[in-house]
């Protein structure tokens, strides 16, 4: 081991004695002899420091380097690009800047910035980074709150290696820069509290919500998060300290001077209200940071959303989409709703409907049938209103409806859901998709050959193609595996409280023993609120997948709570 304290009397990494010379003097390990930083960075310490460094990562950058592979072999198998109905709408947003009514503009704003590059094949190779790169931010998260090697690696596995996430990485959608912009916000978060760091992830956090729109309700969470949370070097209570004699008690405002029971002095009780304001401000003003960041980038995107329709708000679809919700229950029998409202009723045993998808975008949806575009402020208001109505007069169906859907996450394998033509879609394909046939898409298609400057089908290139495929039907995380990793950091910390109640006293408040409960609770809110306010779909399940590992892998951290 090469030492490098003065007087050891060992060498150093650049060869020389550290000990006394013959000239009484002692040699200080800089500025190196001959050759300054140069020659100190090619020493053995250096060597030794690089050396030391992988050996200590070496399982990590493994399973980083088979990620890197299969997304290489992925990238030379489907060039430039796999398809979903979603991207030809992001493309026109791209190249027609116009905020959409369906979804917010924020992955065609990313799409914009790489169009320089002419290459869908360059965007595909970004976003495998941005895989990647949760992959490491995953497990320098762990490892920087005190986790294990083994768990911070097992933590980062799933989002590198499951053959789904690289799918969808290759997919032209916005869930993996979703999926990395709020990891990034955790890793920051995480770390120490520096007002830097919580504008940085306060501006992930808009970024995100800009994306994909629930984001919103995560922003609130982080917030809640950031207010409750009680810092290590802050207590939320403050202790009596013993009272003083003499000046140092007579200028003393806590404890009050006197005698038990008497009543504090005016002035000590102003002083001491100020104090408790204080202290509030003090632990509220993360939060309010927080989102004063996130909200301007949101207001500013609302306010072109206002400029474009007059209507308020960053989509105009949300009524829409929890109407195509409701229909998985809604009985207009029990409902008995207004004559205005009741031409959206289906009079068919909620048994035998399609999924809720299908009363958004099928031609004989009753609402689609309608005159006019479907995401109309009229016809926005008309389904929201069905749909409250809905909630109001059947809340326990809607509440099992719910469940049902959330538990589609949990299944041990993935049936076809919701229809084998979007299920397909989440699969590497034998074949050369076809080019889309509605009018959207196709405007969309002709946008995209202006951006690629050239064709845009995906070409299927064998035998790296079949390798892939035939990884993906092996290597992929069950939903049940899911759930297990979610059961895990509640039931731990509940067993931990449980069993020594001491211990958790001694931590003190704020320690890494709590945690792993923001990324979990991101990580459960990105299960639900779709599932409550639209529909399962397995896209949406994934970006759930490295918080919840993240969380699980925290449950090893030792390190106190620097946040």
Known sequence: MVASERGSGVRTGAGEPSGPSSGGRVRSWWPPSGGGFSSWWSSERAGARLWGGLRAHRWFLGVLGLGVALRVVAMLGYRPVLWFPDSYTYVVTALRPRPDLVRPAGYS??????????????????????????????????????????????????????????????????????????????????????????????????????????????LAVVAVWLLVRRPSREPLVRRPRKQTSGADAAGAVWPPVGRPGEQAPAAGRAVGARGVMTRAWRRARPAAVLVLVALVPIAGYAAWFWATYHRVGIVGSNGVFLYGRTMSFADCSVMRPPRDLAVLCDDRPPSRRPPSQEYVWAPDAPLVALPGITFTQETDRLAGRFALLALRSQPLDYAASVLSELARSFTPNRPVYPDQEIYDYYEFPARTPPPPGRYPATYGASLAVRYERGPIGTRVVEPLAGWTRAYQDV???????????????????????????????????????????????????????????????????????????????????????RS
Do not use: N
């Open 475 to 561: 290597v992929w995380l069950p939903g049940t595996a899911l759930l297990a990793v979610l059961l895990l950091p509640p039931g731990v910390a509940a067993g931990r409280a449980w069993r020594s109640r001491a211990r958790r006293r001694a931590e003190g408040p704020g320690t890494s023993r709590t945690a792993w409960a923001p990324p979990w609770v991101m990580a459960v809110s990105l299960l639900v609120i779709p599932a409550a306010t639209a529909e399962f779909d397995y896209r949406y399940v994934l970006p759930a997948v490295p918080l919840a590992f993240l969380s699980a892998g925290l449950l090893t951290a030792r390190q106190t709570d």
């Open 109 to 218: 704003m990313f799409l914009r910035l790489l169009e320089p590059f002419h290459s869908f094949g360059f965007v595909a190779f970004v976003q495998h980074l941005l895989g990647a790169a949760i992959g490491v931010l995953v497990y320098a998260a762990v490892r920087r709150a005190g986790g294990r090697v083994w768990a911070a690696t097992l933590a980062a596995a799933p989002v590198l290696l499951d053959a789904y996430q690289v799918q969808l990485e290759h997919l032209l959608v916005s869930d993996t820069l979703f999926a990395f912009l709020l990891v990034a916000a955790m890793y920051v978060l995480l770390g120490r509290p520096r007002w830097r760091a919580v504008c940085l992830a306060g501006a992930l956090l808009g970024a995100a919500t800009l994306t994909r729109t629930v984001g919103l309700p995560l």
